[in-house]
């Protein structure tokens, strides 16, 4: 039984998990694939530096040329990070013939369909479980599990350090800069939270989940973001008080071929499921033609819940390299991507406003409304004895985009609308 010799490209939180992982589980997955795995040369950037495994020094090193043009090494798994340097190192490899295991959600979201292409033309594997959602199998879920369905809807919470920040918000009425900072302490968001809070860590999740789902290469451009940064405790504790959760959503949405893909801060009803996700953890609910709803549950990253992503996407790729089959797959995204138009796009909205607080003002905002057909479905108003101007929560029906932004930008010119506080959109 020749061993199968493997690649590590970085050994950081993620690395380090694979290599806790194989060495834990060695009789196990011998078992499965038949060989031993064995880790033959680890990349660093530094190779002094202080682990928290035990490893044999002669391992590292700090020459990725050494992993991609050792002839001896069959897949790297690459959980080194950054989107340009990785790239040219993965497709060398690949030309190479070498199998490719990533965690990488930025690479694949922004070079997915080349770096796959690359792989079909010469004959490796390319998997990416832990790209998205972690230590959750919802990748192979959509390419296998659900390749006799047809998805119409996808619902993701893919952002720990946003979803840990909304439930604190929510569970202890704190507010958004005290919240960060103390994710930041606890290391769950990073020195520059950006991309997670801008919603840009999400996007690029669902722009994976959304080309798995409708089997059309959804780019990044595609997917409509808007991050939490701008929620205030006022929005939380209104949602709260009609019974919904504020989430940071990721809604990748088909109608007959038409789809549409956004990241967004969403009031969901506190009877959704998605809305009982708490914490750093992660979910996604997919809605099929045929099965109807399913939702997936479990830690979104951490260093073994992602490793045993990574691990079992390294057993497949060594199963398939028993079979002969690498490289064999079917094309995932076989359709023309069709984009949905703002006319097309269809939800229901949650607004707060604060207006002049004098007789008609009422009247004159639903006039706004009913001008661009938009229905209402609740209207209140709201006392705030700190707040000498009315508050008005608004739910609307089911409403298309481009008419919310007709009926917002008439509500801007209005000298009686004081102040846009929010506009959400709403969901179960
Ligand atoms: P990390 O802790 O920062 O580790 C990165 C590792 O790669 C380190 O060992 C570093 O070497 C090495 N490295 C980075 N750039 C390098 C370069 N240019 N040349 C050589 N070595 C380099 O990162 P991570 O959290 O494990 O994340 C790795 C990947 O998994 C990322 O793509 C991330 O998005 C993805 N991911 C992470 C999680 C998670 O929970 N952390 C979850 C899902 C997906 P040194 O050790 O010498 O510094
Ligand atoms: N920053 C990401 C999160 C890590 O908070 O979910 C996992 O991709």
């Known amino acids: 039984m020749k061993p199968i010799k493997v690649g590590l490209l970085g050994l950081g939180t993620v690395g380090t998990g694979v290599v806790r992982i194989v060495e834990k589980h060695q009789s196990d997955l011998e078992s499965q694939v038949g060989s031993p795995i064995v880790i033959e040369k680890i990349l660093v950037q530094n190779k002094d530096k202080a682990r928290s495994i035990s490893i044999d020094q002669h391992k590292l090193t700090d020459d990725v040329w050494e992993i ?28 190479r013939g070498k199998h490719i295991v990533t965690a990488n959600k930025d690479l694949m979201a922004l070079h997915g369909p080349e770096i796959l292409s690359k792989a079909q033309e010469h004959g490796c594997d390319v998997l990416y479980e832990a790209s998205v959602a972690g230590g959750i199998p919802i990748i192979r879920t959509l390419i296998e599990g659900f390749s006799s369905d047809r998805i119409m809807k996808i ?44 919603g ?24 409509d973001v808007k991050g ?38 969403t009031m969901v009803k506190r009877s959704h499921p998605i809305a ?4 750093v953890f992660n979910a996604v609910y997919v809605y099929g033609e045929a099965v109807g709803e399913t939702m997936f549950y479990g830690p979104g990253a951490g260093e073994l819940p992602t490793a045993t992503s990574v691990v079992a996407d390294l057993v497949a790729v060594v199963k398939n390299l028993k079979l002969g089959v690498n490289g064999k797959q079917e094309k995932i995204a ?4 069709k984009l949905k138009t703002d006319e097309q796009i269809a939800s229901k909205y949650y607004l707060l406003l604060h207006v002049a607080d004098r007789a008609g003002v009422l009247a004159r905002i639903t006039q706004a409304f009913a001008e661009f057909e938009v229905s209402l479905e609740s209207v209140l108003q709201q006392p ?8 008005i929560i608004i739910i609307t029906h089911d409403a298309n985009k481009a008419s919310m932004k007709k009926v917002l930008n008439s509500l801007e010119d209005m000298e009686v609308v004081k102040t846009i506080k929010s506009v959400y959109r709403v969901e179960g």
């Open 68 to 95: 991609i043009h050792n002839p001896e090494i069959d897949v790297i798994v690459e959980v080194m990070g950054g989107i340009e340097l990785t790239r040219s190192y993965i497709l060398e490899a690949l030309s």
């Open 155 to 198: 619902m993701g919470i893919v952002n720990g350090t946003t979803n840990y920040i909304l439930t604190k918000m929510s569970q202890e009425g704190a507010d958004y800069s005290e919240v960060l900072k103390e994710a930041q302490a606890l290391g769950y968001a990073e020195a520059d939270p950006t991309s997670d809070v801008e």
């Open 200 to 223: 840009l860590d999400a996007a690029r999740k669902m722009t994976i989940l959304a080309t798995l789902g409708f089997r059309a290469n959804v780019a990044l451009e595609d997917v």
């Open 228 to 265: 939490i940064s701008a929620i205030s405790r006022e929005d939380i504790l209104y949602a709260k008080r009609l019974g919904y959760e504020v989430k940071l959503l990721g809604i990748a949405e088909r109608q007959d071929d038409y789809i549409s893909v956004s990241v967004q801060p």
């Open 276 to 279: 009982s996700v708490n914490g």
């Open 334 to 337: 076989y359709k023309e991507k």
């Open 384 to 391: 705030n004895p700190s707040n000498p101007e009315a508050e």
